[in-house]
C-alpha cells in the first residue's frame, strides 16, 4: 500500500510560480515510478509530468514543457512539481501518482491540492 499526501498548492497570478510537493509512504513506493496530473473542472484528468525511478528519465505534456519541472528526492520519499509561468489554463486540482513507469498508468494517488492562476 501507497500514501500520498500533495501540498504547496494555492492561488498565483498569471506569469507566478508555485512548487507542489508529495510525501509518500509505504514499503512498495520505491516500486512505482511518479507522475503528476491535474484535472479542471469539466475535464478530463491530464497527465502532466512524469519521471522515472531514477529521475533520470521525465516526459513532461506539451502545455507544461518549458515551464514545469518535475523532481523527486527518494531518500525523503518527496515529489516536486516546480511550475512557471502560470497561465489561468493551469487552473486544476492537482494530484501526484505512483505509476506503471513508462506509462501514465496510476496505481495509488494522492487526495489532490488546488492550483488556481487568476488575477
Known amino acids: 500500500q501507497v500514501q500520498l499526501v500533495e501540498s504547496g498548492g494555492g492561488s498565483v497570478q498569471p506569469g507566478g510560480s508555485l512548487r507542489l510537493s508529495c510525501a509518500a509512504s509505504?514499503?512498495?513506493?520505491?516500486?512505482?515510478?511518479r507522475a503528476w496530473f491535474r484535472q479542471a473542472p469539466g475535464k478530463e484528468r491530464e497527465g502532466v509530468a512524469r519521471?522515472?525511478?531514477?529521475?533520470?528519465?521525465?516526459v513532461y505534456a506539451d502545455s507544461v514543457k518549458g515551464r514545469f519541472t518535475i523532481s523527486q528526492d527518494n531518500a525523503k520519499n518527496q515529489l516536486y512539481l516546480q511550475m512557471n509561468s502560470l497561465r489561468p489554463e493551469d487552473t486544476a486540482m492537482y494530484y501526484c501518482?505512483?505509476?506503471?513507469?513508462?506509462?501514465?498508468?496510476?496505481?495509488?494517488w494522492g487526495q489532490g491540492t488546488q492550483v488556481t492562476v487568476s488575477s
Open positions: 501518482a505512483a505509476i506503471n513507469c513508462g506509462t501514465w498508468s496510476g496505481w495509488y
Open positions: 509505504g514499503y512498495t513506493y520505491n516500486y512505482y515510478c
Open positions: 519521471i522515472d525511478l531514477s529521475g533520470t528519465s521525465t
